[in-house]
Each structure stands twice: as structure tokens, then as C-alpha cells.
């Protein structure tokens, strides 16, 4: 079965990179039927799309409007993974950050672990 | 830009009937997909588009989509069912409702 693993550092200081990495197996980060998503979950609870990257015989990336200017989803098809990049944080950035496949269903069916990372100095 | 309204809280009877509303402008005419989030767990997708179960989800679990609401409903409702419920739409982007506590007496 499709499993997503996550990994990064959980502390980030104001102003720096928040990067994330999202393991996939059991499929492929290449496969042209999926989406590949990041989200996130406010301390407040409320959950927030931040982008997602996907190949449709080339590869594509859309990022949500409150984010874009600051965030990059790259796929890496050498080892199967995508990875989310958070510029110039601040502690509103402070979530729990999820990876996320959306398949055939057109729902996002398969979730990582959860990532939970504070913007503190 | 769209919206998604949830009631903050829901509560029922154990072993009644729940009903979730997810309100949004012509929600209709979108495929709805909804979240259950158990306390310290990832989010699971118990409706998609609209009506649909994905494999494993008790057949409890229903939705139905019309006009400006979309509804999560959940019969015989059991303690495990306690969890927050998200609806979530595509509409130029991914739009989430705010979450739903549901709480079973």
C-alpha cells in the first residue's frame, strides 16, 4: 500500500527555510494519475493547501495564493520523494505540516505522518 | 475568493444520527470530499465526490451535495466516530471548511 513518509527539522528561526521532505512508496512520484500536496494544520486547527507538483508528461506545480511567492514544491524522481520549501518564515508559519497524494478518487486518500514545525528564534 | 462554513460543534446520542453540514456558494456543482481527524492522527477521507466511500469506511458514512449545501451524515454514531470532520472543495485552488467537533453522548 502508498505510504508517505515525512522528515525535516521541527525548529526554524524567523527569516530562514522551512524545508520538508515527503518519502513515497508503494508508488510513484512520476506516475501521471496523482497530485502530490503539501498542507498544513494551524495550531488553531484550520487545515491550508500550500501547492502540489505532478507530471502529466511534463512536470507541473500550483501553489496556493497566500504562499506563492515564498514556496517551492520540486519533485525528486532519483529517489522517489518531493519536498516543500518555505522562504523567509515568520511564527504565523508555525503549523503541523502534512504531505499528501490526491488519486483517482479526487480526494487527497493518502496523508504522511505530520510534521510539526515551530518558527522560533 | 470561496468559502466553506462548518458549524464549529455537533453533538448526538451514541447510536443516533449526525448530520455535518458543509455551506458554500452553489456548492452544488462541486464535488465534495470529506475528513475525518481522530485526536493526534492524520486527516482520513471518509466521502469523496460527493457520495462515494473509499474502500474500508463503514457504510454509516454517507454525504450528499445540493444547491449551497453539502452534508457529511453518520449513522448509529459510535464513540470512535468522535473526531473532527473537514469538507474541501476545488475552486481555482483547495478550499477547506473551517472543521466540525463532533462530539457523541
Known amino acids: 500500500q502508498v505510504q508517505l513518509q515525512q522528515s525535516g527539522p521541527r525548529l526554524v528561526r524567523p527569516s530562514e527555510t522551512l524545508s520538508l521532505t515527503c518519502a513515497i512508496s508503494?508508488?510513484?512520484?512520476?506516475?501521471?494519475?496523482?497530485?502530490w500536496n503539501w498542507i498544513r494544520q494551524s495550531p488553531s486547527g484550520g487545515l491550508e493547501w500550500l501547492g502540489r507538483?505532478?507530471?502529466?508528461?511534463?512536470?507541473?506545480?500550483d501553489y496556493a495564493e497566500s504562499v506563492r511567492s515564498r514556496t517551492t514544491i520540486n519533485p525528486d524522481t532519483s529517489k522517489n520523494q518531493f519536498s516543500l520549501q518555505l522562504n523567509s518564515v515568520t511564527p504565523d508559519d508555525t503549523a503541523l505540516y502534512y504531505c499528501?497524494?490526491?488519486?483517482?478518487?479526487?480526494?487527497?486518500?493518502?496523508w504522511g505522518q505530520g510534521t510539526m514545525v515551530t518558527v522560533s528564534s | 475568493s470561496y468559502e466553506l462554513t462548518q458549524p464549529l460543534s455537533v453533538s448526538v446520542a451514541l447510536g443516533q444520527t449526525a448530520r455535518i453540514t458543509c455551506e458554500g456558494n452553489?456548492?452544488?456543482?462541486?464535488?465534495v470530499h470529506w475528513y475525518q481527524q481522530r485526536p493526534g492522527q492524520a486527516p482520513v477521507l471518509v466521502i469523496y465526490?460527493?457520495?462515494n466511500r473509499p474502500s474500508g469506511i463503514p457504510e454509516r458514512f454517507s454525504g450528499s451535495n445540493s444547491g449551497n449545501t453539502a452534508t457529511l451524515t453518520i449513522s448509529r454514531a459510535q464513540a470512535g466516530d468522535e473526531a473532527d470532520y473537514f469538507c474541501?472543495?476545488?475552486?481555482?485552488?483547495?478550499?477547506f471548511g473551517g472543521g466540525t467537533k463532533l462530539t457523541v453522548l
Open positions: 474541501q472543495v476545488w475552486h481555482s485552488s483547495t478550499i
Open positions: 507538483t505532478y507530471y502529466r508528461s511534463k512536470w507541473y506545480n
Open positions: 452553489n456548492i452544488g456543482d462541486k464535488n
Open positions: 508503494g508508488d510513484s512520484v512520476s506516475i501521471n494519475s496523482a497530485t
Open positions: 499528501a497524494k490526491k488519486g483517482w478518487s479526487d480526494g487527497f486518500d493518502i
Open positions: 465526490r460527493d457520495t
